[in-house]
């Protein structure tokens, strides 16, 4: 293994799916009751996304697409949340443990809030860690661009690592 400078480091991750029809809307490992879904090769689970995304680039592990190909048949309609969880085993392949994330979903629907405790407590059984080590926040576009249209829904998430 390499030679480490930091034994805390942080990584980004950014996630949009657009929506189709028929619910329900999979987000954070919730099942949030909709007439629209997200679209995607797996569940569509925008979140799980960005957090695999921010933890895998906080160690410096490349990324969700490397890991589940939207070619690979055995990835259609997979659940992100074990995706999430497949990647944290990875870092702790790596001699990484997950510390916290951080995300935001931007979307004008759903209501976050109605939906945060369930999604903290989904990503951070993923993760091994607290619900208090994961923090969901929800935005409006303000009416403007793709998700002001109801397009879809964007998510960045940070994460934090720390060695194990
Ligand atoms: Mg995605």
């Not at 443990?97 to 369930?118: F, K, Y």
């Amino acid at each position: 293994m390499a030679e480490r400078r930091l034994a805390v480091r942080s990584g980004i991750g950014y996630d949009s799916h657009r929506f189709a029809p028929g619910g329900p809307l999979i987000l954070g490992g919730v099942r949030i009751p909709s007439d629209v879904h997200l679209h995607g090769h797996s569940d569509g689970d925008a979140a799980a996304h960005a957090i695999t995304d921010a933890i895998l680039g906080a160690a410096a592990l490349g990324d969700i697409g490397e890991m589940f190909a939207d070619t690979d048949a055995a990835n259609a309609g997979r659940d992100s949340i074990e995706m999430l969880s497949l990647a944290n085993g990875r870092l702790a392949s790596n001699g990484w443990r997950v510390a916290q994330v951080d995300v935001v979903v931007i979307a004008e629907t759903p209501r976050i809030a109605t939906h945060r405790d369930a999604m903290r407590d989904r990503v951070a059984s993923a993760l091994g860690i607290a619900r208090d080590d994961v923090s969901i926040k929800g935005k409006t576009n303000e009416s403007m661009g793709f998700v002001g249209r109801g397009e879809g829904i964007a998510c960045i998430a940070t994460a934090t690592i720390v060695a194990a």
